[in-house]
C-alpha cells in the first residue's frame, strides 16, 4: 500500500523560500507520475508540479514557472519541492500525489482513481 508522507509547510514572508518534503513507501508500480497538488481556501484543487519515474520528465503550472523546482532522491524515495521568491497567491495547502500514469500529461487536473493522495501541509505566504 502506498503511503505518502508531506512535511516542510510553515508560514513563510513574500519573497522567501521554502522547500517541502513528500517521504513515499510501498511503491510497486514499474512507472509512475508523482507530484504536488494545492488548494487554496475557495479555490479548486490545482496541479503543480511533476516529475515521472521513468525519464525524470518535469512539468509546471505556468504560475511557479521559473519560481518552483521539482526533484527526487530515489534511493531515499523521497520527493522535494523548493519554492523560491514565493507570493501571498502561493498560499494552500499543498498535497503529494502519486498517479499511476505513462507521463506527467494532464498534471492540470485529478483523476483520483488512479492516484494516492498524502494528507497535506500547509503553506502561508504573508508579511
Known amino acids: 500500500q502506498v503511503q505518502l508522507v508531506e512535511s516542510g509547510g510553515t508560514l513563510v514572508q513574500p519573497g522567501g523560500s521554502l522547500r517541502l518534503s513528500c517521504a513515499a513507501s510501498?511503491?510497486?508500480?514499474?512507472?509512475?507520475?508523482i507530484g504536488w497538488f494545492r488548494q487554496a481556501p475557495g479555490k479548486e484543487r490545482e496541479g503543480v508540479s511533476c516529475?515521472?519515474?521513468?525519464?525524470?520528465?518535469?512539468t509546471y503550472v505556468d504560475s511557479v514557472k521559473g519560481r518552483f523546482t521539482i526533484s527526487r532522491d530515489d534511493p531515499k524515495n523521497t520527493l522535494f519541492l523548493q519554492m523560491d521568491s514565493l507570493k501571498p497567491e502561493d498560499t494552500a495547502i499543498y498535497y503529494c500525489?502519486?498517479?499511476?500514469?505513462?507521463?506527467?500529461?494532464?498534471?492540470?487536473?485529478?483523476?483520483?482513481?488512479?492516484?494516492?493522495w498524502g494528507q497535506g501541509t500547509q503553506v502561508t505566504v504573508s508579511p
Open positions: 516529475i515521472h519515474s521513468r525519464d525524470g520528465a518535469r
Open positions: 510501498g511503491i510497486t508500480l514499474d512507472y509512475y507520475a
Open positions: 500525489v502519486l498517479r499511476s500514469a505513462r507521463s506527467c500529461s494532464n498534471w492540470d487536473r485529478s483523476y483520483s482513481y488512479l492516484e494516492v
